[in-house]
């Protein structure tokens, strides 16, 4: 049975950094893994995303300042948050599809809900002025 293990999220203060872990377990697979976020009173978003060939996209609201990475562990991804602000305080919900995104050659790296099977639980994240 595949399932997502997140970790990582918590409170800091504003301009302070965190770093989300996710984990694919009980496979053999390998998966194309996204980051989404869902603040009270508004939708899921996407956050970021990594596909199986390394490719990345990210939300206008994050780059320069959330990075995500693969870990040295199979379907293993990191997001690595820098520069919060309370606008990023949100519960953070890890993705993942089998075999991958598709990612390279879509317009502007597009990637939304409807291209993941998985989802974690979620962790929260809270960022305080």
């Known amino acids: 049975q595949v399932q997502l293990v997140e970790s990582g999220g918590g409170s800091v203060q504003a301009g302070g950094s965190l770093r989300l872990t996710c984990a694919v377990i009980?496979?053999?697979?390998?998966?194309?893994m996204g980051w989404f976020r869902q603040a009270p009173g508004k939708e899921r978003e996407g956050v970021a995303a990594?596909?199986?060939?390394?490719?990345?996209s990210y939300a206008d609201s994050v780059k320069g300042r959330f990075i995500i990475s693969k870990g040295s562990a199979k379907n293993t991804v990191y997001l690595q948050m820098n520069s919060l602000n309370p606008e990023d305080t949100a519960m953070y919900y890890c993705a993942a599809q089998e075999y991958g995104l598709g990612l390279n050659g879509r317009a502007r790296l597009h990637f939304g809900e409807s291209d993941f099977r998985y989802w974690g639980q979620g962790t929260q994240v809270t960022v305080s002025t």
């Open positions: 990594i596909d199986t060939d390394g490719t990345t």
């Open positions: 009980g496979t053999y697979s390998t998966y194309g």
